[in-house]
């Protein structure tokens, strides 16, 4: 199985996560849950890093919001190609920025 969570993308070493948090309603036969994941960089510099979350090929992500130093930054749908040049864009100019993709 690959490793999943938040890994260092420059040596794909684990950011170390601090806490996690779960809430979920069931209502039928249908499931939303709420998964808050707190992760430390502990580098003395900003990092790039790659976050792997598993999902069931019969389950969706409908939102994403990652908080940065008091900061939230709500994820946006886009078109594959145009996702990854807009998150490379962002590093290249040295924003933050978040990328998520399915397979």
Request: proline content about 5%.
């Amino acid at each position: 199985m690959a490793p999943t969570g938040l890994l260092s993308k420059k040596d794909n070493v684990p950011v170390p996560l601090r806490a996690v948090k779960v809430d979920a309603t069931v209502t039928g036969y249908a499931a939303h849950v709420d998964c808050s994941l707190e992760y430390e960089n502990v580098e003395t510099q900003p990092i790039e890093a790659i976050f792997t979350f598993p999902v069931d090929s019969s389950s969706a992500v409908v939102d994403f919001t990652a908080a940065l130093d008091g900061r939230k930054i709500k994820g946006k749908v886009q078109e594959k190609q145009q996702a990854r040049e807009t998150y490379d864009d962002a590093i290249a100019s040295g924003q933050s920025a978040f990328l998520a993709e399915s397979e």
